[in-house]
């Protein structure tokens, strides 16, 4: 019988210790998401663990030892509990597998940039230095923000790569 037991790995070397592993015949599971990072004040796509510093590999009860993966490179560990490595719970890893997109193998979280009603910044663009309040997203890459302007409030439609969070 199998059983699932998660790995702790080095810091960000959660893709080394899956190669690793694989070369040595495991069979290794490495969630991954999709998420939006802002570098250089663009908002990008990246691809990133979802359980950063762990992936799960799956062993035989007995056939095979697990005294490598302790010195696989990337690996730190073997999660343990009493000594002995601790198994995942039966359903948790094939969960994962069947939620995650069956094109990138990735999960997607739509994770909003700010929140409604949160005061923010104009970094870029014409109104560079202005806050304002953020009331949603508008598509894509545009946003919609409150902006008081010559006595009134007004809903702009703008870049979301334009804010900051006021702060």
């Not at 598509?139 to 923000?145: N, T």
Request: overall charge positive; glycine content about 8%.
């Amino acid at each position: 019988m199998s059983h699932w037991h998660a790995v702790l790995c080095k810091p960000r070397r959660e893709a080394v210790a899956e190669a690793n592993l694989r070369n040595q015949g495991f069979d290794v599971c490495l969630p991954r998401m999709m998420g939006l990072r802002r570098k250089a004040g663009r908002w990008e796509q990246i691809i990133e663990p979802l359980f950063p510093r762990y992936l799960f590999l799956n062993a035989e009860d007995g056939e095979r030892s697990l005294a490598p993966v302790r010195s696989t490179p990337g690996v730190t560990d073997l999660v343990r509990f009493c000594g002995a490595p601790a198994p995942v719970p039966r359903g948790v890893v094939e969960a994962l597998r069947d939620s995650a997109d069956p094109e990138t193998g990735c999960h997607r979280f739509k994770k909003a940039l700010f929140a409604t009603g949160e005061r923010v910044r104009f970094a870029a663009g014409p109104f560079a230095g202005l806050e304002g309040v953020f009331d949603m997203e508008s598509g894509e890459a545009r946003v919609i923000v409150l902006l008081e302007l010559l006595g009134k409030t007004n809903r702009l439609t703008v870049s979301r790569d334009w804010l900051v969070a006021a702060g």
